[in-house]
């Protein structure tokens, strides 16, 4: 693989010595960070969109491979698209082993405004030092501080045990205080099958952390549910707050049998989807002819004659395609999947496949990757352009599954098929696909933050006209 993108032009050579290197990574550490600077330098040397997106990339496989190199490679000119990377960098750490890395990187994160919320309770999960655990908290406690972001919430929700009581009652306290202090705002959240609906911002905060007030300051429960008529129902009908909600869950779902790990949620367009469904089944009975079949309608596509796509290749949306594919068949068939790699019709294409095959059959996690779109308007003017940040949304309309077309009140951005959003009780699906309702804990979300650019609205304003 080496010497065939040695031999490849310099933004391909580049973004495939990126890849090699996390490869590398299986078997020698120190020869991947040599490959690794050697991509980076060669992506330095380039120009324009093609450098653009390669030092972007390079931050991820940066997080992989040397975490210690990332303050070295510049952050992307798009700063609304920070805190979606943030979160992605702690994830990538977290996924590659980087235990190490990732506490630093989060315990010295000096912007609380990115803070990685979401992906601090992974990483306390995954610490087996209690100090450790403890220090990241607190971290995430004076980021809160300074930003009040919401997914600190459920992070200090489902971690607080880890405080010691004085401590935790001190931050539980502060955040009912904040909450009380700050202007109350109209919105939506049903739970028990739409039968409890809490219609106010500052009540369902209160009970979004019920349970550790409960715990922690009996007095100061009491005043509230005295003062909140909406909380003090929904403690009625769950008196532990989301501790009763999710040992319900879990009830429902030990009866059923289902599990919230493994399941397989897709929405999108038609043709994300039929890809998707094709890709899945072939996981199963290791038949990956008609996903391939479906990546090749993408290779025509991105080298249409009339709209050819004129991003870097290494970002095309077929180029994506094949590396999921070859990494799936990896995982599925092993060295067997090779049979596959003549079905690709270009060598560099090809050679990226055979990238993402060598990391599934040395036992690497998937790595997702930047899908762009560049195409020249008909009859001239500057080309229409789109960008998918690994899970970001593409130049096709996103739809949900009753036809409603899926936009970011905020930026306009489509989400995708493979996005995907983390319930506080650890569900993981396409919010779209259930007009914002988990699948598991039955919570109504009523706010869906973007993972382009980071802000959140009210669910129900995501959907256009069929």
């Known amino acids: 693989m080496r010497e065939q993108a040695a031999r490849s032009q310099p933004a391909v050579r580049a973004a495939a010595m990126l890849r090699i290197a996390r490869v590398q990574t299986a078997v020698d550490r120190g020869r991947a960070r040599i490959t690794f600077e050697m991509a980076l330098e060669e992506a330095r040397r380039l120009a324009g969109r093609d450098r653009d997106a390669l030092l972007e ?11 210690e190199l990332l303050e070295t490679i510049p952050a992307g000119r798009n700063g609304s698209h920070e805190q979606f990377n943030s979160e992605m960098l702690v994830r990538i750490m977290l996924d590659h082993g980087q235990m190490d890395a990732v506490f ?5 994160h000096g912007d609380p405004s990115t803070f990685p919320f979401r992906h ?6 995954l610490l087996e030092d209690a100090g450790r655990r403890v220090e990241v908290l607190r971290c995430a406690v004076q980021a809160w501080r300074g930003s009040w972001e919401d997914g600190f919430l459920w992070l200090f929700s489902s971690q607080w045990k880890v405080l010691p009581e004085e401590e935790a009652r001190e931050v539980m306290r502060e955040i009912v205080q904040v909450t009380l202090r700050l202007p109350d705002s109209p919105m939506t959240a049903t739970y028990d099958e739409g039968e409890l609906r809490i219609t106010s911002t500052r009540e369902h905060t209160l009970f979004q952390v019920w349970h550790v007030v409960l715990r922690l300051d009996g007095q100061l429960a009491r005043s509230l549910i005295a003062r909140y008529e909406q909380l003090a129902a929904a403690v009625r009908r769950y008196p532990k707050g989301m501790d009763s909600i999710r040992e319900e869950g879990e009830e429902r779902r030990k009866k059923s049998g289902d599990s919230c790990v493994g399941g397989v949620v897709m929405s999108g367009s038609g043709r994300d989807l039929n890809s998707m469904r094709a890709l899945l089944q072939a996981s199963k009975d290791g038949d990956f002819g008609p996903p391939i079949e479906h990546a090749l309608e993408s290779y025509e596509e991105d080298t249409a004659v009339d709209s050819p796509n004129e991003a870097p290749k290494a970002f095309w949306p077929s180029t994506g395609s094949f590396r999921s594919i070859f990494y799936s068949a990896g995982k599925r068939l092993g060295r067997e999947a090779e049979i596959y790699l003549d079905r690709v019709p270009d060598d560099d294409l090809r050679l990226f496949a055979q990238i993402e095959l060598a990391a599934a059959l040395a036992g ?10 560049y195409r020249p308007r008909r009859g001239g003017g500057s080309p229409r352009g789109s960008v998918r940040g690994g899970m970001l949304g593409g130049e096709e309309p996103f739809r949900s599954p009753d036809g409603a077309l899926v936009r970011c009140p905020r930026c306009s951005a489509s989400p995708n098929a493979r996005e995907r959003w983390v319930c506080r009780c650890g569900h993981v699906w396409n919010t779209f696909h259930t007009r914002g309702l988990c699948p598991a804990c039955r919570y109504q979300w009523e706010v869906t933050g973007c993972h382009r650019c980071g802000e959140e609205s009210p669910h129900d304003e995501w959907y256009g006209a069929s």
């Open 120 to 125: 601090a309770g992974n990483l306390m999960l």
């Open 364 to 373: 690497l996690p998937e790595l997702q990757g930047l899908w762009q779109q």
């Open 104 to 108: 630093e990187y989060v315990t010295c």
């Open 57 to 67: 990339q390079a931050r991820w496989v940066a997080a992989a491979v040397a975490p």
